[in-house]
C-alpha cells in the first residue's frame, strides 16, 4: 500500500473512531434511561391497525 493510502486509511479510522464516541455519548445522555412498556392488548391494536387507506377518485 501506499503511504498516501496508509495515511488515508488512519484518517478514516480516527475519524470512524470519534463518530462511535460522539455516538455512544448522545445515547448515554439522552436515551439510556429511556424504558417503554409493551402490554399485550396495546400490541394486538397495533397490529390490527390498517396501516393506510384505499381513496378512491381522480388520480392527478
Known amino acids: 500500500m501506499k503511504l498516501a493510502d ?3 486509511v488512519k484518517k ?3 475519524v470512524l473512531a470519534i463518530k462511535l464516541v460522539l455516538l455512544y ?3 448515554w445522555g439522552f436515551v439510556r434511561d429511556q424504558r417503554v412498556t409493551v ?6 391494536a397495533q397490529a390490527l391497525v390498517s ?3 384505499i381513496v378512491k377518485g381522480e388520480n392527478k
Not at 39 to 44: E, F, V
Open 12 to 14: 478514516l479510522a480516527v
Open 25 to 27: 455519548g448522545l445515547w
Open 6 to 8: 496508509q495515511i488515508l
Open 39 to 44: 402490554d399485550a392488548s396495546g400490541m394486538a
Open 51 to 53: 396501516g393506510f387507506e
